[in-house]
């Protein structure tokens, strides 16, 4: 059996709402699950949220509600969004589970025994509005940011961690584990931070101060803070220290955290399990940060980034995979709604939705939906290579989700779905069709699309999980709960002839880029006075009228023509239209969508090229609007 995996996000402060950050982390996280579910059989996937403190206890009585009352509201946010983001998390860990504050207890007491932990007093600026001790560069001007007043200088005794012991030991396990902390960039940051003497780390409050927190085991008169807690959930949720879970799974603990957290993760961890006498974790992975249109993302601003919302305007897998597609893990990233648009009208709407439907189409035109036998020596005569570039893809691809480059597993599946647009272009189906002694020919190509698209589905999986299964159901392959298995993807020859597939469906409608904007502007344009109503007509004379639903498949310019654009459209049948749309639409921009044409007009010809239908379109004072679909409908499917 293959290794098993176990992934952790970090666990979030329940002082303010989730947003997109934590959203990218728990979907980062998710991913990567997922993506190792494609070859162990064995996976933990941990998140959950950070609850003691003062920041909590002050958070919550901004909102006039006990600590107790607070976390369990704000924890129930965050437990109730990561279904609707598919996040496929093993369990969720509370600090204010009994269970894990008496591991907490139990590891303190360990390191307390050992010698490492000591009570001495500590000087420090406080502020007693905020009732926290500041450290000089937090402070404005001099003063307490929140209640501009200078803090004082206070004494207080307090619990230390002693981490200096273990400075050189880290510096050698970090050198000689080369991807213990990854990127590069941040096991070089943690090392320059190692360069300089470690202080110890205060890790109590008195409860004179702080009662919200795990009363240290040694000293009941005090809690412990911040880090001693929180990093310990990552062993707690295991059911440390006994259990087959904890046993599989620390050995192979991989943790997930923005750059925010870089020191506790990489520095006082690793030397509080040393401490401890547990094993260390293998890798920890730090990610950038996300800003929005390149500013930090802020309540203050006003710019923070709802990922609920973000769901409902554009489709989960949408959201997901321009996240995982648009930040470099390791560096910061904008986002913007623009760049989303882009990315799902590109990749998703056209390279990917496009191949799918126009391949789907193709079998059901020439195969009557029923997936054909390949032939083995067409194949070897053709020798296009498809095969050759699906296992180039996924090699890509295994090597850079392993090291959590989600962007280049990415790239690397769109390189073949490249490959595979290509291929239908090479190979031209629709020319082969016509010629009955290329039947073989016809068969083995649409066979190989059909298998290209299997491995497609299997590649996307960890990203887009629903659009993967919904590709794997049109594609006759309902049956198979592990068709993401890697050593699936990597047998050719996988899909079965002679199963039946299901019509085609649009994976992704293309977003109107200017459809926020559109909006508003259409409805406060002056009316215009209404066109006259026609005369009166029978229901036999519409009847006379042949209105079809057709996929747009492909669109051009027609040459010399500025309003004109030719489309490929699918209506169970391939036609070409010609439009005069052009000075409205970009060519691009109605691939993958659904229109209506009169499918029975009489053919004309407009500047040579021969148009078989119209579409139907609205013109009013913001110009020309092409009727569309708002649920995916079968081509070719008649309007009444
Ligand atoms: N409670 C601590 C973590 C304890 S782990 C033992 C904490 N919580 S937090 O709510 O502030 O979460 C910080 C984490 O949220 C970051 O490390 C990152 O995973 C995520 N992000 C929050 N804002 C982010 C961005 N703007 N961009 C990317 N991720 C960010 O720190």
Redesign the pocket.
């Known amino acids: 059996m293959a290794t098993p995996f176990y992934i952790t996000?970090?666990?979030?402060?329940v002082n303010?709402r989730p947003?997109?950050?934590?959203a990218?982390?728990t979907i980062a996280a998710d991913v990567v699950r997922r993506f190792h579910a494609m070859s162990s059989d064995r996976t933990y996937f941990l998140t959950g949220t950070?609850e003691h403190g003062d920041k909590i206890v002050r958070a919550a009585k901004k909102e006039n509600c006990t600590p107790r009352e607070y976390v369990d509201k704000i924890s129930g946010l965050f437990q109730n969004l990561w279904p609707e983001l598919n996040i496929s998390n093993d369990a969720f860990i509370r600090t204010t589970n009994p269970a894990h504050m008496a591991v907490v207890e139990t590891i303190l007491q360990r390191i307390y025994d050992s010698g490492d932990i000591y009570f001495s007093e500590y000087e420090g600026l406080y502020c007693f509005g905020c009732e926290r001790f500041y450290t000089e560069r937090e402070l404005v001007d001099g003063c307490c940011p929140d209640h501009q007043t200078p803090p004082e200088t206070i004494k207080e005794s307090n619990y230390f961690f002693k981490m200096g012991r273990y400075q050189q030991w880290l510096i050698d396990h970090i050198e000689t584990h080369p991807d213990f902390i990854r990127p590069e960039r941040y096991k070089n940051e943690v090392l320059a931070f190692l360069r300089e003497p470690l202080g110890d780390l205060c890790i109590s409050r008195p409860k004179s101060r702080l009662k919200w927190g795990i009363t240290l085991p040694f000293d009941h008169d005090y809690v412990t803070y911040v880090?001693f807690d929180?990093?310990l959930?990552?062993i707690s949720a295991l059911g440390y220290p006994d259990g087959e879970r904890y046993q599989t799974f620390w050995p192979v603990a991989q943790h997930?955290?923005?750059k925010?957290?870089l020191k506790?993760?990489g520095i006082y961890w690793p030397i509080m399990l040393k401490a401890a006498g547990l094993p260390i974790y293998q890798h920890l992975n730090v990610?950038?940060?996300?800003?929005v249109d390149q500013s930090k993302?802020s309540k203050s601003i006003g710019n923070v980034i709802e990922p609920l919302e973000m769901k409902n305007i554009y489709g989960l897998d949408a959201f997901r995979f321009f996240l995982m597609r648009d930040m470099a893990f390791g560096l910061d990233s904008s986002f913007s709604e623009e760049a989303l648009v882009q990315r799902i009208n590109a990749d998703l709407a056209n390279d990917l939705g496009n191949l799918f439907s126009r391949v789907l189409s193709m079998a059901h035109k020439y195969f009557g939906g029923v997936i054909p036998e390949p032939d083995p020596a067409v194949e070897k005569e053709m020798d296009l290579g498809l095969e050759e570039n699906s296992r180039t893809a996924i090699k890509a691809f295994s090597a850079a989700m392993d090291v959590f480059a989600f962007h280049k597993g990415l790239a690397a599946v769109w390189e073949f779905i490249t490959h595979m647009n290509k291929y239908v272009d090479v190979t031209a189906p629709w020319t082969l069709a016509k010629n009955k002694a290329a039947r073989k020919q016809l068969e083995t190509v649409i066979y190989n699309l059909l298998e290209g698209l299997r491995i497609i589905s299997g590649l996307i999986y960890p990203v887009m999980p629903d659009t993967a299964v919904t590709m794997q159901k049109h594609l006759g392959m309902t049956g198979e709960d592990k068709f993401y298995k890697l050593e699936r993807l990597n047998a050719w020859r996988g899909i079965t002839p002679g199963v039946k597939l299901r019509k085609s469906v649009s994976l992704f409608p293309r977003v109107d880029p200017e459809k926020k904007k559109q909006v508003p502007e259409a409805v406060a344009a002056p009316a215009k006075p209404a066109k006259p109503i026609k005369p009166e007509i029978g229901i036999d004379d519409f009847a006379k009228v042949d209105l079809r639903v057709a996929t747009v498949v492909s669109c051009q310019p027609v040459p010399r023509a500025k309003k004109l654009l030719q489309l490929e459209v699918d209506l169970g049948e391939t036609r070409t239209i010609v439009s005069g749309i052009a000075g409205n639409y970009a060519p691009d921009e109605l691939v993958g969508k659904q229109v209506i044409v009169v499918a029975n007009l009489k053919p004309v010809k407009l500047m040579g090229v021969l148009s078989k239908g119209m579409l139907i379109a609205a013109n009013d004072v913001s110009g020309v609007t092409v009727a569309t679909l708002d649920k995916p409908v079968t081509p070719g499917t008649p309007l009444s």
């Open positions: 996000t970090p666990i979030y402060y303010a947003h997109l950050g934590h990218y982390t950070d880090w929180a990093l959930n990552y997930i955290v923005a925010d957290i506790p993760h990610h950038g940060y996300w800003n993302m």
